[in-house]
């Protein structure tokens, strides 16, 4: 069974940075896309920043030139280093494996979340 294990999450002030980890466990083969998303209160759940197993790397425009996604593919582990934070960024993150072939077969995985808060 894959699990996804998020920590780093936490409160800071605006223009402060939080750093978030999610490590990927169980018999892993291959993770085609790691990446995160956010859900703030009454709105919907929207994609932060994604990266693929060769690299390549994907934002949303609110994060661009403040966040910056990375992996390790050894350890199955993605990281979001979030710099100038601002009160807008306060939600719930989540990680998310897509493409991850594993014992059981091949599918896709959300971690539990980590709420991050930003105060003004």
């Known amino acids: 069974q894959v699990q996804l294990v998020e920590s780093g999450g936490g409160l800071v002030q605006a223009g402060g940075s939080l750093r978030l980890s999610c490590a990927a466990s169980?018999?892993?083969?291959?993770?085609?896309?790691m990446g995160w998303y956010r859900q703030a209160p009454g709105k919907q759940r929207d994609l932060v920043a994604r990266?693929?197993?060769?690299?390549?790397?994907t934002y949303a425009d609110s994060v661009k030139g403040r966040f910056t996604i990375s992996r390790d593919n050894a350890k199955n582990t993605v990281f979001l280093q979030m710099n100038s934070l601002k009160p807008e960024d306060t939600a719930v993150y989540y990680c998310?494996?897509?493409?991850?072939?594993?014992?059981?077969?091949?599918?896709?995985?959300w971690g539990q979340g980590t709420q991050v808060t930003v105060s003004s």
């Open positions: 169980g018999t892993i083969y291959h993770i085609n896309d």
């Open positions: 998310s494996a897509r493409g991850v072939l594993s014992s059981p077969g091949l599918s896709d995985y």
């Open positions: 990266i693929t197993n060769s690299g390549r790397t």
